[in-house]
């Protein structure tokens, strides 16, 4: 029972460290920074569900629902500016 | 002189005030769904929830979110509260928030549970009511994504109220369940607090993969009860990809989760015999579903339809009364009448598997035909 447990915490850090690893071998510039807000709406708006357009709601719904989405999938400070920018252009 | 200059200044602020749009901002969201499930036996429309969601935005860094579901059950509605919190952003890389709030245990209850996000109409085994790990608690929490070079990350930390346990000695709880957690309480039943968190890692630049990983620790018993030092570990994977697929011209979305629930062993009060009783008491269920829309094929009524399977299974512990082996497939057709609008087609097996408890049937499997739609506004 306790070896079981413990082996479970190993393979949980194991997988934490590797991936860590893996990340920081790879990265080298911050990708996420240089892109515009359409792109960033693209790839993260349909993580989770379906992508709205732009036009489904009105400025000040966009920059409240964007806070909201923000908070909720962790998004970045600069990912979020930029696809809130977007998507006021677009609608 | 400096007195007018002064009340210039304070009636041209407020001149300049009214101008402006006003940083406060409230918002009306929700959805609500209800279908219609066809089992061997019975057949009947279910749901009828009804859940409002209310914004309201204070300021660029005060956001507060509630939810409440209105459901109808045995004829009955029942109101809940499913959160209300309030989330302020620290800085660039952290957010606090505070209040009751969904759990990012896993990703299921957090991101994909809403019936317009769920690409089927029901959900994995183990992870509805009565299942393996938590949905909601009241707490603290501070979270926040951040970019890693070309990937991101995204964590948080958070210590609530916790589950607790069913000693089996409450005439008011299934007293056969003895063992299980309980989730979601309004009121802790002792002074210690659940701590947990989750870290997800986006490798991929596009961010179309996520892998998160899960952990909460929590005592469990009453206060001064033989149980007070009981406590359980509790864990979570969960996977995501969702990618646009040009040779199959749409995209294809695969998520995953396993729960695990490992609580300490203990003696509990068997109800049907009276003896005393333990086992090895760890849970677990997962699932892996893939679903595929063909979104960017020319005609009109393809490119709104999506295709989904699923397969989940759920463990309870081996030699506890509410002992339990099931496996589920799930199979649907969707077809999407706007971005959060859908009716929703599926087939599901379920196999009870090949303990059941005593009165059930070993082996039972249950066929079902559910038809749901659901409306997000």
């Not at chain 1, 792109?39 to 732009?54: D, Y």
């Not at chain 2, 406060?24 to 009828?48: T, W």
């Not at chain 2, 957690?181 to 630049?205: H, I, M, W």
Request: aromatic share 14%; net charge negative; charged share 20%.
């Amino acid at each position: 029972m306790k070896l079981k447990r413990i082996s479970k915490y190993t393979i949980v850090a194991i997988f934490f460290f590797a991936a860590l690893f893996v990340l920081e071998s790879c990265s080298s510039k911050n990708a996420s920074a240089a892109k515009p807000g359409a792109v960033l709406w693209g790839e993260n708006c349909i993580r989770c569900h379906n992508a709205p357009s732009p036009a489904a709601f009105s400025d000040e719904q966009w920059e409240t629902i964007t806070l909201h989405m923000r908070v909720r999938a962790s998004l970045t400070a600069n990912e979020t500016e930029k696809v809130v920018e977007f998507l006021k252009m677009a609608n | 002189m400096k007195k007018v200059l002064l009340i210039m200044m304070v009636m041209g602020t407020m001149l300049f005030a009214q101008s402006k749009p006003g940083q406060s901002r409230f918002l009306v969201r929700g959805y609500a769904h209800s279908g219609l499930e066809i089992y061997k036996d019975e057949s009947s429309f279910v749901g009828g929830s009804f859940n409002p969601i209310f914004l309201w935005q204070q300021s660029d860094r005060l956001l507060f979110e509630a939810e409440l579901e209105f459901e109808l059950e045995n004829g009955e509605t029942h109101l809940a509260l499913e959160y209300a919190n309030m989330s302020y952003i620290l800085n660039e890389y952290a957010t606090l928030r505070l209040g009751k709030f969904l759990l990012p245990f896993g990703t299921f209850a957090e991101r994909l549970h809403p019936a317009w996000i769920n690409r089927l109409p029901s959900r994995p085994l183990g992870f509805g009511h009565d299942g393996v790990g938590p949905a909601r608690d009241l707490g603290i929490e501070l979270r926040g994504g951040l970019p890693l070079g070309d990937a991101k990350m995204n964590y948080s930390v958070y210590v609530t109220n916790g589950p607790s346990l069913n000693d089996g000695l409450n005439p008011a709880i299934e007293q056969e369940e003895a063992g299980m957690l309980l989730y979601d309480n309004a009121e802790d039943n002792n002074k210690n607090k659940a701590v947990g968190g989750r870290v997800g890692f986006l490798p991929l630049s596009n961010s179309s993969m996520e892998i998160g990983f899960s952990g909460q620790y929590a005592k469990l018993g009453d206060n001064e009860s033989k149980y007070e030092d009981l406590a359980a570990l509790l864990y979570a994977v969960d996977f995501s990809y969702v990618s646009r697929v040009s040779f199959l011209n749409g995209v294809i979305d695969v998520k995953g989760q396993l729960n695990g629930v490992n609580v300490d062993n203990a003696d509990y009060f068997n109800v049907e015999d009276s003896s005393m009783y333990s086992f090895t008491n760890n849970s677990q269920s997962y699932y892996a579903q893939l679903s595929y829309r063909p979104a960017y094929v020319s005609n009109d009524f393809f490119k709104d339809l999506e295709f989904v399977g699923r397969y989940s299974a759920l463990t309870f512990p081996d030699g506890a009364l509410w002992e339990s082996d099931q496996t589920q497939y799930a199979f649907g057709v969707n077809y999407w009448i706007d971005w959060r609008t859908v009716v929703k087609l599926s087939y599901q097996v379920s196999d009870a598997g090949g303990h059941g408890n005593e009165g059930e049937e070993a082996g039972e499997s249950t066929d079902a035909i559910l038809l749901h739609w659901s409306f997000g506004f």
